[in-house]
């Protein structure tokens, strides 16, 4: 190769990098703000302010190891079976739907609780999809005939709000209430205190 051949080949390489760099610096800003669109649900973002993903992570997962680990359930022979009811909202905001912290809980009984918990459909979801789906002989009252599996536990929810100037602490306790006696097996809670 002689000299002109070379420095027409570094010139080539030269604008290839150049280029290359230009293509590289655009994609570089894309993954910034893919993080900025898209930051972890486990995290808090300093630009919401009150209750946050974080919080429906944390609440979920820490509700579900405590009544996993539970001595009644786990000494129980019979695995429970529980219904998900609702959440009451006692917060300033009666407006917002909050039954997210409940089906995450859910999901996290279902993922976790290696047969100790049977999770029941609710009664009016479950005669809805019944009748949309199977053909069976109905009962004199019209409702198919098939009575399902009857849950002897309902998990609840209450959000409660404390709101000062700054910031609102939150109560966020969930229950399993036992349909048959009305006795409370199973209570715990989820406690944070966040910027308003």
């Known amino acids: 190769m002689n000299k002109k051949q070379g420095m027409v080949l570094l010139a080539y ?56 680990g539970d001595p009644r359930l786990n000494s129980s022979k019979e695995q429970w079976t529980i219904v998900v009811g609702n959440i009451q909202n006692q ?13 995450r809980l859910r999901i996290q009984l279902a993922r976790h609780g290696q047969g100790r918990v049977q999770l029941i459909q609710n ?5 809805d999809r019944q009748a949309g789906e199977l053909e069976t002989d109905p009962r ?18 209450k959000i409660m709000e404390l709101p000062n100037r700054g910031t609102s602490y939150y ?18 809670a989820y406690e944070v205190r966040v910027e308003r």
């Not at 009664?123 to 005669?127: D, S």
């Not at 004199?140 to 929810?157: N, R, S």
């Open 13 to 68: 390489l030269g604008s290839v990098a150049l280029l290359g760099g230009g293509v590289a610096g655009c994609s570089h800003d894309r993954p910034d703000r893919y993080g900025e669109q898209r930051p972890p649900v486990s995290e808090i973002d300093n630009r919401d302010r009150g209750l946050q993903s974080k919080d429906v992570v944390q609440a979920s997962e820490q509700m579900a190891m405590s009544l996993l």
């Open 91 to 103: 917060t300033t905001n009666s407006r917002h739907a909050l039954d997210i912290f409940l089906e």
């Open 140 to 157: 004199a009252d019209g409702q198919p005939g098939e009575k399902g599996v009857q849950p002897d536990y309902q998990l609840d929810g």
């Open 171 to 188: 109560l966020m306790e969930f229950s399993v209430n036992d349909l048959h006696n009305r006795t409370i097996p199973w209570t715990d």
């Open 123 to 127: 009664r009016a979801g479950y005669r």
